[in-house]
């Protein structure tokens, strides 16, 4: 049994959970950065938050028809391409 698509698909699930979740605690300094107030930081998270429900709801029309693998993949090079037009923004 080959192990490193496992440890593989285990990074990108640890970092997308600790991409979700480390945000709360750095949330008063972002307040305090940005000058915002707390109901704009909570707008923040919802709107991350939704962002992440939406994903999950596209991405789990695509799965029957495109399999497990395909969705992943495509969901990574999403991030990946985003990320990179990110830096224009």
């Known amino acids: 049994m080959n192990l490193l698509p496992l440890c593989v698909f285990w990074c990108l699930w640890f970092l997308n959970f600790f991409a979700r979740t480390s945000l709360a605690p750095v949330?008063?300094?972002?307040?305090?950065?940005?000058?915002?107030?707390?109901?704009?930081?909570?707008?923040?998270?919802?709107?991350?938050?939704?962002?992440?429900a939406v994903t999950l709801l596209i991405a789990g029309?695509?799965?029957?028809?495109w399999g497990y693998k395909r969705?992943?993949?495509?969901?990574?090079?999403?991030?990946?391409?985003?990320?990179?037009?990110?830096?224009?923004?």
Do not use: C, K, M, N
């Open 27 to 52: 949330l008063p300094l972002i307040e305090g950065d940005l000058s915002i107030s707390h109901g704009q930081a909570g707008g923040f998270v919802t709107s991350y938050s939704l962002g992440y």
């Open 71 to 89: 969705t992943v993949a495509a969901g990574i090079s999403g991030i990946g391409l985003t990320l990179i037009a990110l830096q224009w923004v």
């Open 61 to 65: 029309r695509f799965v029957p028809t």
